[in-house]
């Protein structure tokens, strides 16, 4: 018996041949959509620390993961026998096959998404958290964004295999490829010309498919991104910026800081990581428009207290308050008194990061706005003026349309800095802004932070550039082994002062 090749090419006609795919293509397309969507929180509950999200889920994608497709699908379809009124709906193969895809697939493009959502960085999620940004939003303007584009291959790939498992779905009766192709063969026995017609039909889909995945990828792929728009003409650009921004509008506006002025004051700080004590009733006080530095050997806690003035680290016990009020308080003698700053206060609390932490999936000048656009202070075009003041300010005018990778370091702390500065914060915290910065670079950062402390803009500074401490500080505070040794004057923390551990780090800074 020869090969017939005629009725194999005359199957490419065949119209219920086309018909079993689109039912293919609406089955595939429709169950990996609704499992890539749903499988998104139970990937994020998954993460959660919380056993009651965490243990139903992994219980599920344990159990879906084990079950064999086919024997899903044989249950899912016969279940109106013990329970009638999913009759309704389970009565027919393709919803009856849509529910078995989406029950099985979630189960495993959770984990996709879980992998995806581990290698965001931290750092995105603190720079939202310091935005004042909710979990949600931070979920949905910075982690799954970056999720997706990190995901994007392993979930084309998921595509494909979901393409391919809907043949089984010829096992309850539904016209799919494969079962148009079985009723052709059962009458003519051409059994190989038939298999042959039906393997083009999959190869179409999943061609098509795969290059229209992977055209979603190249978009998604910022590193493949050029700026939107290429404004080399400096006047064009300056025009954009209807005038200088006043950044510190919200602290000017407001007279009721704490008696004395103290904008922001952390009263009794302490902070254990496990068996380690970071912070030792720590206290600082920082009163409008002064330049507060904190320096000390490495390891004596100093990023980890200004972390907690802006709640990213959360202490064990203390008071901080922010304009008087207490944003954060937790007695030692109280258990139960343990309040944590607010989302409306913290976005009152601009911090830099010492990786700059700039949002990779967004422009310079959309990195600026997400904050202010998030708590609404104004409209798009409003707040992308006022964006382009605070870029003129930092000198980063010209890059408003370029992407983070796209900068040098210090221009990407810079950018850092104006986006602190667009939420009009009343106070900057600053966490070693220079220290992850090649020295060519360090100069220029140290500049724009200098402009600021000169125009009284209130700031906290962990440093280790003693120069540039004592050029621009009102107090510095040194620390040692999470304890405030000595602070004071700039004059007197460098010339005046005979504690031990202070003369002795000064000593080994200058000797080095
Ligand atoms: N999340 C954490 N978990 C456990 N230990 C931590 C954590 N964060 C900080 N530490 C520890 O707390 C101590 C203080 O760290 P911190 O980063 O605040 O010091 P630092 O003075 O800022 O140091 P450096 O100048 O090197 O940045 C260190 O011993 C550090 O290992």
């Given at each position: ?171 309850i009766s539904l016209a799919e490829i494969l079962l148009v ?6 009458q003519n026995f051409k059994v190989l010309e038939t298999m ?203 890059h408003a349309y370029k992407y983070p990778h796209q900068l ?105």
């Amino acid at each position: 018996m020869s090969f017939d090749w005629e009725y194999a090419l005359s199957l490419l006609w065949y119209a219920p041949l086309w018909e079993a795919s689109l039912v293919v293509v609406a089955l595939s397309v429709l169950s990996w959509l609704i499992a890539t969507f749903l499988s998104f929180f139970l990937a994020l509950a998954k993460l959660s620390s919380y056993p009651l999200l965490k243990l139903p889920v992994s219980a599920y994608v344990w159990f879906f993961r084990s079950l064999p497709l086919l024997v899903l699908l044989i249950f899912i379809y016969n279940l109106p026998q013990v329970i009638p009124w999913t009759g309704n709906y389970l009565s027919d193969p393709f919803t009856a096959g849509l529910v078995a895809l989406i029950l099985s697939e979630t189960a495993y493009i959770a984990e996709i998404h879980r992998g995806g959502l581990l290698s965001v960085p931290p750092g995105q999620r603190e720079a939202g958290q310091a935005l004042g940004i909710s979990y949600f939003g931070i979920q949905k303007l910075i982690v799954i964004p970056q999720s997706i584009r990190i995901a994007l291959p392993t979930l084309a790939n998921q595509f494909i295999t979901i393409v391919k498992l809907t043949s089984l779905v010829s096992v309850i009766s539904l016209a799919e490829i494969l079962l148009v192709g079985q009723r052709l063969y059962t009458q003519n026995f051409k059994v190989l010309e038939t298999m042959l017609a039906v393997a083009f039909f999959y190869v179409f889909i999943v061609t098509f498919f795969d290059n229209l995945l992977k055209w979603g990828e190249r978009n998604l792929d910022v590193t493949h991104r050029k700026s939107r728009k290429n404004y080399t003409d400096k006047t064009q650009l300056e025009k954009s910026v209807s005038s200088k921004p006043d950044y510190q509008e919200s602290a000017s506006h407001e007279a009721d800081e704490g008696q004395s002025g103290v904008v922001i004051e952390a009263t009794g700080i302490n902070k254990s990581f496990s068996e380690l004590q970071v912070l030792k009733d720590v206290s600082i006080s920082v009163k409008k428009g002064e330049a507060v530095s904190i320096i000390g050997p490495s390891g004596s806690g100093k990023t980890t207290l200004i972390r907690t003035l802006n709640g990213l680290a959360v202490p064990d016990t203390g008071i901080i308050k922010l304009d008087g009020e207490n944003i954060f308080f937790s007695h030692p003698d109280q258990p139960r008194s343990r309040r944590l700053p607010r989302q409306n206060e913290i976005k009152k609390i601009g911090m830099v990061f010492q990786q700059f932490n700039l949002f990779p999936h967004k422009n310079v000048l959309q990195n600026i706005t997400l904050g202010p656009r998030y708590h609404r202070r104004g409209s798009k075009a409003q707040l992308e003026t006022e964006a382009m003041g605070f870029l003129d300010k930092v000198g980063m005018l010209e890059h408003a349309y370029k992407y983070p990778h796209q900068l040098s370091g210090g221009q990407q702390q810079r950018v850092a800095i104006a986006r602190a500065l667009a939420m009009h914060p009343k106070v900057m915290l600053f966490d070693e802004p220079t220290s992850a910065l090649d020295p060519e670079l360090v100069g220029e950062v140290l500049k724009t932070i200098e402009v600021l402390a000169r125009e009284g803009m209130t700031l906290i500074i962990v440093t280790h550039e003693m120069q540039f401490a004592r050029r621009i500080s009102d107090k510095i505070y040194f620390m040692d082994e999470g304890s405030v040794v000595h602070s004071g004057s700039p004059q007197d923390m460098f010339d005046n002062c005979d504690e031990p551990r202070v003369r002795q780090f000064l000593k080994e800074f200058n000797g080095s």
